[in-house]
């Protein structure tokens, strides 16, 4: 009895273990931050 319980634990962590997504590469595009657009500072006429 204690032997299934110990097989069906383990069954069952490896099955949802399946289920966690791997964590982001680094550098990836596809997980990159998404920046707001900002405006541009418009040029100063300084008379140059």
Request: aromatic content about 4%.
């Amino acid at each position: 009895m204690n032997r299934l319980m110990i097989v069906s634990l383990l069954g069952i962590a490896t099955a949802l273990g399946g289920c966690v997504n791997p964590p982001p590469k680094p550098n990836d595009p596809y997980y990159a931050p998404v920046l707001p657009r900002t405006p541009l500072p418009a040029a100063q006429n300084n008379g140059a």
